[in-house]
């Protein structure tokens, strides 16, 4: 049995809800209840009773349980005695943001100099889950975007960005200097799969419902408007095809670009990855 599905069995059993589960884990439901048919396969019996009320442990599905936690807990304590027996301090680090942002080339090399001798990890995240797999223990801490469900994370503001809608350079509003999220009423506009955050999803949709294309990463955003002529936000100041447009919007609070880690996580090297994120934004 995988460990990945382990993870997965365990969030599922303790929401006892496919769908809470998949909010946690920050992905869709779909691929997690496949895993979780596959660990039935594996187990040769059901390990949940599923009802149109929810989901409940079979014996079995609570048996694996007690053993999935003491395995999983075991693993992350070999990866960590490894790691120390080896003499390799690593730090794994989730990025949601454009790679061509200065600050995030200053950090690394910041960080670099800091700790020459660290095993540095990084995974891109796609725009579906805001805390780039901290939550679901991928990540040791995130560079991203608020706003996001907070409860057992710090996050700490690096920058602060303005918002605009970006369009198609011949839409008729790109003419304009300025616009409103008003002005955008009646308009398709790109959205996040089922599961995101929904404060993340709530800020990037101009706080109310909308009816467009589910798009994961900011490429899909782009083509999305290209072709479709889909409407969306995106933090300004960032380089668009000569085919796009971004006309900044008056009455949308600006994008936080955080740093943000597990409250209970004592690893001193995020704290010196947050205090170095700190001083390289500032610049």
Same mark, same amino acid.
């Given at each position: 049995?995988?460990?990945?599905?382990?993870?997965?069995?365990?969030?599922?059993?303790?929401?006892l809800h496919f769908g809470r589960a998949a909010a946690r884990l920050h992905m869709s439901q779909p691929p997690l209840s496949r895993a979780i048919k596959g660990l039935e396969a594996e187990?040769?019996?059901?390990?949940?009773?599923?009802?149109?009320?929810?989901?409940?442990?079979?014996?079995?599905?609570? !048996?694996?349980?007690?053993?999935?936690?003491?395995?999983?807990?075991?693993?992350?304590?070999?990866?960590l005695r490894v790691?120390?027996?080896?003499?390799?301090?690593?730090?794994t680090i989730g990025i949601l943001s454009d790679g061509t942002d200065p600050g995030v080339a200053r950090l690394a090399a910041a960080f670099r100099r800091r700790h020459p001798g660290i095993d +540095?990890? +990084?995974?891109?995240?796609?725009?579906?889950?805001?805390?780039?797999?901290?939550?679901?223990?991928?990540?040791?801490?995130?560079?991203?975007?608020?706003?996001?469900?907070?409860?057992?994370?710090?996050v700490r503001t690096l920058r602060t960005d303005p918002v605009g809608v970006v369009l198609r350079a011949d839409d008729p509003l790109a003419r304009h200097d300025r616009l409103r999220l008003a002005d955008l009423s009646g308009r398709h506009w790109f959205r996040f799969p089922p599961g995101t955050d929904p404060l993340w999803q709530a800020y990037w949709n101009g706080g109310s419902p909308r009816e467009g294309p589910v798009v994961r990463a900011v490429q899909e955003c782009r083509?999305?408007?290209?072709?479709?002529?889909?409407?969306?936000?995106?933090?300004?100041?960032?380089?668009?095809?000569?085919?796009?447009?971004?006309?900044?919007?008056?009455?949308?609070?600006?994008?936080? !670009? !955080?740093?943000?880690?597990?409250?209970?996580?004592t690893n001193p090297l995020i704290r010196s990855f947050a205090e170095t994120a700190t001083a390289a934004y500032r610049r």
């Open positions: 049995m995988e460990l990945r599905n382990l993870r997965y069995f365990v969030a599922v059993a303790e929401e187990a040769g019996a059901p390990l949940f009773a599923r009802s149109p009320a929810g989901v409940t442990l079979t014996p079995v599905g609570a !048996v694996l349980l007690d053993e999935a936690r003491s395995l999983l807990d075991h693993a992350d304590r070999l990866r790691n120390a027996a080896a003499g390799v301090a690593s730090l +540095i990890r +990084i995974r891109d995240t796609d725009l579906s889950d805001p805390t780039c797999g901290l939550r679901a223990g991928r990540v040791d801490v995130a560079l991203t975007r608020a706003p996001f469900e907070e409860t057992a994370l710090t083509q999305a408007v290209l072709w479709n002529g889909t409407v969306g936000l995106a933090p300004l100041g960032h380089d668009l095809p000569a085919e796009l447009a971004a006309v900044p919007l008056t009455d949308m609070p600006p994008s936080r !670009v !955080v740093v943000v880690w597990k409250e209970d996580d």
